[in-house]
């Protein structure tokens, strides 16, 4: 069975910051792995869908990095802003449209 | 294109009563997820739909709690009767078949009181 640890479970940092957030799997065997965004009271947001075939994947200020061989995933957020405060969700596939998700991070960014 | 869509949003109802959480997923989404949020916690999955069949209810207590997807569209996830721990974001999500990214609906924030 699929494990996920996302470590820091949660995270204050203020504002222009780079930060890293760490996701680790305990079954290699992963198809894609995906990186959510939820905001307080709302759904999941999808930010990145890495292929397992990738090393990583790029949108705007959000890079995610993939090391499927040692169970790793890295989310990095530059020059981080007020309105990135949010839980931070990591998810790898595996066979069967198996979607399993780690605690989450949340992460809070002061004026 | 729309996204995915649940209703209600929330829902405040007494121990033992029943309840239903309804979902519309993607257009030509063919995969359909149902799972359950803790406060603090990340989602688990309950149920998952392969277009009507249900492929992976290891999950779900089926001793309370029922789905069903007709036609393999909409979903409707139910629980009867409620108890205390059921109080939680019911989460529900698709994907299309070959594509593994899914999409999520805002949720139902279910309390039970």
């Known amino acids: 069975k699929q494990e996920v640890t996302q470590i820091p479970a949660a995270l204050s940092v203020p504002e222009g910051e780079n930060l890293v957030l760490n996701c680790s799997f305990t079954?290699?065997?992963?198809?894609?792995l995906q990186w959510f965004r939820q905001d307080p009271g709302k759904g999941l947001t999808s930010l990145l869908l890495?292929?397992?075939?990738?090393r990583e994947q790029t949108s705007g200020r959000l890079n995610a990095s993939l090391d499927k061989s040692s169970g790793r995933s890295t989310l990095y957020i530059a020059a981080s802003q007020p309105g990135d405060s949010a839980t931070y969700l990591c998810?790898?596939?595996?066979?069967?449209?198996?979607?399993?998700f780690g605690g989450g991070t949340r992460l809070m960014v002061k004026p | 294109e729309a996204g995915v869509v649940q209703s209600p949003r929330y829902k405040i109802i007494e121990k033992k009563q029943p309840v239903a959480f309804w979902c519309n997923p993607i257009?030509?989404?063919?995969?359909l997820y149902w799972y359950r949020q803790n406060l603090g916690q990340g989602p688990e999955l309950l149920i998952r739909?392969?277009?009507?069949?249900?492929?992976?209810d290891s999950q779900l207590p089926k001793d309370r709690f029922s789905a069903e997807r007709l036609k393999g569209v909409d979903s409707t996830l139910k629980i009867q009767p409620a108890e205390l721990g059921d109080s939680a974001v019911y989460l529900c999500a698709s994907t299309r078949q070959g594509n593994t990214e899914a999409f999520f609906g805002q949720g139902t924030r279910l309390t039970v009181v």
């Open positions: 739909y392969e277009n009507e069949e249900a492929v992976d």
């Open positions: 890495i292929q397992s075939s990738q």
């Open positions: 257009s030509g989404h063919n995969t």
């Open positions: 998810a790898p596939w595996n066979a069967g449209n198996m979607l399993t």
């Open positions: 079954d290699s065997a992963i198809y894609n």
